[in-house]
Nanobody, 124 residues
Framework: QVQLVESGGGLVQAGDSLTLSCAASGPTVSTYAMGWFRRAPGKEREFVAAIGRSSADIYYHDSVKGRFTISRDNAKNTIYLQMNNLKPEDTAIYYC?????????????????WGMGTQVTVSL
């Protein structure tokens, strides 16, 4: 069983930066690929970024490429999402997820474990 706890959300202005963290616990965390997803008001949960077990494989949604960076520290069992040049359309609840293993999932249904989420609000 993997438990995930997100932190680092908040209220920022457009153009600001924010770093989200996801603390993972469990005996096999390092064997999972990790992902960040978000759900904006009135919308379904969508893929943001994902990273493989060894950080060799990384994927981003087109809307965040060049602005967001996903990383992981397996020694600390922590995953990060560095978000730069934030836009109002980035406003959402951000979720951390663990899944896959030998591959890097990008679909919600491919992830096995989820955190409760952290709110990010970007104002004009």
């Amino acid at each position: 069983q993997v438990q995930l706890v997100e932190s680092g959300g908040g209220l920022v202005q457009a153009g600001d930066s924010l770093t989200l963290s996801c603390a993972a616990s469990g005996p096999t965390v390092s064997t999972y690929a990790m992902g960040w997803f978000r759900r904006a008001p009135g919308k379904e949960r969508e893929f943001v970024a994902a990273i493989g077990r060894s950080s060799a494989d990384i994927y981003y949604h087109d809307s965040v490429k060049g602005r967001f960076t996903i990383s992981r520290d397996n020694a600390k069992n922590t995953i990060y999402l560095q978000m730069n040049n934030l836009k109002p359309e980035d406003t959402a609840i951000y979720y951390c997820a663990a899944g896959g293993g030998g591959y890097v999932p990008v679909l919600v249904r491919q992830y096995d474990f989820w955190g409760m989420g952290t709110q990010v609000t970007v104002s004009l």
